[in-house]
């Protein structure tokens, strides 16, 4: 009951400090619209059942932002329906976030076919003034230069089997960028933990030569990061690269390593590759069960269960509307691969479709426990069609 208190309090806040000022406020609301249909071919139990299944998806976003000079308040409301057909099943419900204090996410009704859930997955208030700017509240934190192995977003990446990327989950944090310069910006985050000490975290820009330099350090859930990355325009190839040294309190440390470039060939056509050395993963598939079920996989600051992998993208605007983008990605430690095509259709100004398919290629598991890398992610197909108003 308290959790549902401090979840109405705090968007009634925000609420009022945007109507503090009518003659001043700008006001913006959005709706999103998404249906999603995910067909499954799972012959080997990678999911845990042996068989086929469907799962159909669909969420409503609601957005609404104010101005007040200044100030502006933003709310996102998520609310989505699903259900699974076949052999598919719901085992548990939405994974809570590490990076998240506020108890803004209900799960209206759960069994083990269909869930029914929402969450407040923005609510910030943001102060602007010349040269920084201040957010407090549930938000989204995007830090480091790579696209598939981003080590430098501290605060949890997108996983490489991602196919929207339209909107990164929130997390709850106060966060302050300052801009000393031209091409320069340092920011500070500070992000709440339950029965733990804050995470605390740092990322500064500022160029280098003919490129920009970046570096990045702080607390993230008891462990200490620093790292450093770099990107440079070579003859229209951007460059990059970034290092990441993580200590535990146990006093383990690993460090992972990416680098990549991408190029646009022609006017319709852009190819990108990433090669990522992951410390923290293994050389061994037989360690992969046990890498499953640490902090680090679940606060997704990893995306690989292997030691070495990489990552091969080709984008394709086939005609104004039409674009196309398969992804490899491989396991160079234990042989698996995975091959992702995606499609995207804009059908107006509002409305997309998009849809591909997935085809893990490896060692299939044994019983659900992985046996490599790409090997347990089953075949699937599916559909999206996002309608914003």
């Given at each position: 009951?308290?959790?549902q208190?401090?979840?109405?309090?705090?968007?009634?806040?925000?609420?009022a400090?945007?109507l503090?000022?009518?003659g001043?406020?700008?006001?913006?609301?959005?709706?999103?619209?998404?249906?999603k249909?995910?067909g499954?071919?799972d012959?080997y139990?990678?999911?845990?059942?042996?068989?086929?299944?469907?799962l159909g998806?669909?969420?409503?976003?609601?957005?609404y932002?104010?101005?007040?000079g200044?100030?502006?308040?933003?709310?996102?409301?998520?609310?989505q329906f699903?259900?699974?057909?076949?052999?598919?099943s719901f085992?548990?419900g939405?994974?809570?976030?590490?990076?998240?204090?506020?108890d803004?996410e209900?799960?209206?009704s759960?069994?083990?076919?269909?869930?029914?859930?929402?969450?407040?997955d923005?609510?910030?208030?943001?102060?602007?003034?010349?040269?920084?700017?201040?957010?407090?509240?549930r938000?989204?934190?995007?830090?480091?230069?790579a696209?598939?192995?981003?080590?430098?977003?501290?605060?949890?990446?997108?996983?490489?089997?991602?196919?929207?990327?339209r909107?990164?989950?929130?997390?709850?944090?106060?966060?302050?960028?300052?801009?000393?310069?031209?091409?320069?910006?340092?920011?500070?985050?500070?992000?709440?933990?339950?029965?733990?000490?804050?995470?605390?975290?740092?990322?500064?820009?500022?160029?280098?030569?003919?490129?920009?330099?970046?570096?990045t350090?702080?607390?993230?859930?008891?462990?200490?990061?620093a790292?450093?990355?770099?990107?440079?325009?070579?003859?229209?190839?951007?460059?990059y690269?970034?290092?990441?040294?993580?200590?535990?309190?146990?006093?383990?440390?690993?460090?992972?390593?990416?680098?990549?470039?991408?190029?646009?060939?022609?006017?319709?056509?852009?190819?990108?590759?990433?090669?990522?050395?992951?410390?923290?993963?293994?050389?061994?598939?037989?360690?992969?069960?046990?890498?499953l079920?640490?902090?680090?996989?679940?606060?997704?600051?990893?995306?690989?269960?292997?030691?070495?992998?990489?990552?091969?993208?080709v984008?394709?605007?086939?005609?104004?509307?039409?674009?196309?983008?398969?992804?490899?990605?491989?396991?160079?430690?234990?042989?698996s691969?995975?091959l992702?095509?995606?499609?995207?259709?804009?059908?107006?100004?509002?409305?997309?479709?998009s849809?591909?398919?997935?085809?893990?290629?490896?060692?299939?598991?044994d019983?659900?426990?992985?046996?490599?890398?790409?090997?347990?992610?089953?075949?699937?197909?599916?559909?999206?069609?996002?309608h914003n108003?």
């Open positions: 009951m308290r959790n208190y401090l979840h109405l309090t705090l968007i009634t806040v925000c609420l400090v945007t503090a000022a009518p001043q406020v700008r006001a913006w609301v959005g709706l999103e619209l998404d249906g249909a995910t499954v071919a012959p139990g990678a999911t845990g059942a042996e068989g086929s299944g469907s998806e669909f969420s409503a976003r609601v957005m932002q104010d101005n007040l200044p100030l502006e308040a933003e709310v996102h409301w998520l609310g699903a259900h699974t057909t076949g052999d598919s085992s548990t939405p994974l809570p976030s590490p990076f998240r204090i506020l803004l209900t799960v209206h759960q069994d083990d076919r269909t869930v029914l859930f929402s969450e407040i923005r609510l910030l208030l943001t102060f602007t003034a010349p040269g920084f700017s201040l957010h407090v509240g938000q989204a934190v995007t830090w480091g230069e696209f598939y192995f981003n080590i430098g977003d501290l605060f949890g990446a997108f996983p490489v089997t991602e196919t929207n990327r909107y990164k989950p929130g997390i709850d944090a106060a966060t302050l960028t300052v801009n000393p310069g031209p091409f320069s910006s340092l920011s500070l985050a500070v992000v709440p933990v339950k029965d733990e000490r804050d995470n605390l975290a740092a990322t500064a820009l500022f160029p280098l030569g003919p490129g920009t330099l970046s570096l350090g702080g607390r993230i859930l008891d462990d200490e990061k790292g450093t990355g770099y990107t440079v325009d070579i003859s229209g190839t951007q460059v690269g970034s290092w990441l040294f993580t200590k535990k309190p146990d006093s383990r440390h690993y460090w992972q390593a990416v680098a990549g470039a991408q190029r646009q060939i022609g006017p319709y056509t852009l190819i990108m590759g990433e090669l990522f050395r992951n410390g923290w993963g293994s050389g061994d598939p037989d360690d992969y069960p046990s890498l079920f640490t902090e680090e996989y679940a606060a997704g600051n990893i995306f690989t269960l292997g030691r070495y992998s990489a990552a091969l993208q984008s394709r605007q086939v005609s104004p509307l039409v674009t196309m983008t398969p992804a490899l990605f491989g396991n160079l430690t234990d042989g691969a995975l992702r095509v995606d499609g995207a259709l804009s059908l107006s100004d509002l409305t997309d479709i849809g591909g398919f997935f085809l893990g290629m490896g060692k299939r598991p019983e659900g426990i992985p046996m490599s890398e790409y090997g347990q992610i089953p075949f699937s197909i599916y559909v999206e069609i996002v108003i």
